[in-house]
């Protein structure tokens, strides 16, 4: 049994818990998230804040059974809540997010075979198992799909099974293959030095999905490296590094016959609580940097470190991704590429498609809530 208290003093409903704990709940809070304000379909709020003054005050507090009744002083208003409901809403604990899922940092001894690995027609059909390689791929950043139909739009269906697709200027879907007048050196038989994808856009794309339709060239190994893990060991190793790379912002930018994309961004982008949250780190598409001459040549040696750490063999893996086969890896952490290979000795085909991070996120949601 909870036990409600009054404090009009300073204007807080305190709950005394089952567990021992309690919680104080700002009047204007309760007035503002009042059920009766919010669309009994929709869910959205249609309250309007102004309406009240912010020296609103109870009249009464009492509790029925599961709910917790308060009658407003002024207006009479009565307002009903649940009770797990208002523990769920703990001023500054917040509503738990099922796709809040730490990340699991890893770096070189990550053994490919080890990743989060379904097979497509399972994920297909199967909720709980999807739910469960979701978050799981969430945690890595980087997990494979086997098992694919030979049909170039396979890859697209388990995409648009987690959520919608994110267009960019290269289309819906784009095709990684060696091709004469290319726009992008992923079109090339090239070595790729590991990046993320689109770092000019506002904002990048999230997971990306790449279904190997055919690699039969010599060649072409797929490289990855866990972005995470590389922001970690930089600030714990050159703390004034990662200072910069997260707090200058520099130039990316794309451009060709038809598209002039550009956009600052830093290299390391930290969350509102200081977490690293992304990173945007593509050589090819930096632009000409435009900071301070006089702060260029620490900003240089920073970025000089992260692009080595890039490159070394404690970070990085390889696999050979086969026809058949699907990698989805989280683009705004995990940076990818990939070793040069002869087109001479056979075709190399990957299909590609992003789905954003908070469409990804939506989906381990609602999965969580129809499994509970």
Not at 186 to 209: C, I, K, M, R, V
Not at 262 to 272: G, N, Y
Not at 293 to 317: C, F, H, K, P, W
Not at 327 to 343: C, E, M, Q, S, T
Request: with cysteine; net charge negative.
């Amino acid at each position: 049994m909870t036990n409600v208290t009054l404090r009009g003093e300073d204007r807080m409903l305190s709950v005394a818990w089952t567990d021992g704990t309690s919680t104080n709940f700002p009047y204007i809070w309760l007035r503002d998230n009042c059920p009766s304000g919010f669309h009994p379909q929709t869910q959205e709020r249609q309250f309007d804040l102004t309406g009240i003054a912010m020296d609103i005050s109870i009249a009464k507090a009492e509790q029925d059974a599961d709910e917790i009744i308060l009658t407003w002083s002024g207006d009479g208003h009565v307002s009903r809540y649940r009770v797990d409901w208002l523990f769920d809403h703990r001023p500054g604990v917040g509503l738990a997010d099922p796709a809040e899922i730490e990340p699991a940092l890893w770096r070189s001894d990550l053994v490919p075979e080890s990743l989060p690995r379904a097979a497509a027609a399972d994920l297909m059909v199967n909720d709980d198992l999807l739910l469960a390689f979701l978050i799981e791929a969430k945690k890595t950043g980087l997990a494979l799909v086997d098992g694919m139909a030979d049909d170039v739009e396979a890859g697209v269906d388990v995409a648009r099974r987690i959520g919608f697709l994110r267009e960019t200027n290269f289309g819906t879907t784009f095709e990684v293959i060696s091709k004469p007048n290319p726009n992008n050196l992923a079109y090339t038989s090239h070595a790729l030095p590991l990046h993320t994808d689109l770092a000019n856009q506002e904002l990048p794309p999230g997971f990306q999905f790449l279904h190997c339709l055919a690699n039969e060239a010599e060649g072409g190994g797929s490289t990855f490296c866990d972005g995470f893990a590389i922001a970690d060991d930089l600030a714990r190793l050159d703390p004034e590094a990662f200072r910069l790379l997260a707090e200058t912002p520099v130039p990316f930018r794309f451009h060709d016959e038809d598209y002039d994309i550009r956009r600052h961004h830093t290299v390391i982008e930290l969350d509102l609580f200081a977490r690293v949250q992304e990173l945007h780190f593509n050589a090819h598409l930096a632009g000409i940097f435009d900071l301070p001459a006089d702060r260029m040549e620490a900003y240089y040696g920073a970025y000089r470190t992260l692009m080595q750490m890039t490159r070394s063999r404690n970070y990085v893996i390889t696999t050979r991704l086969k026809g058949g086969e699907m990698v989805i890896f989280d683009n705004r952490r995990v940076l990818h590429g990939r070793a040069a290979f002869d087109p001479g000795t056979g075709f190399r085909h990957l299909r590609g498609c992003y789905v954003d991070r908070g469409e990804f996120d939506s989906r381990i949601r609602v999965l969580s809530r129809k499994r509970n």
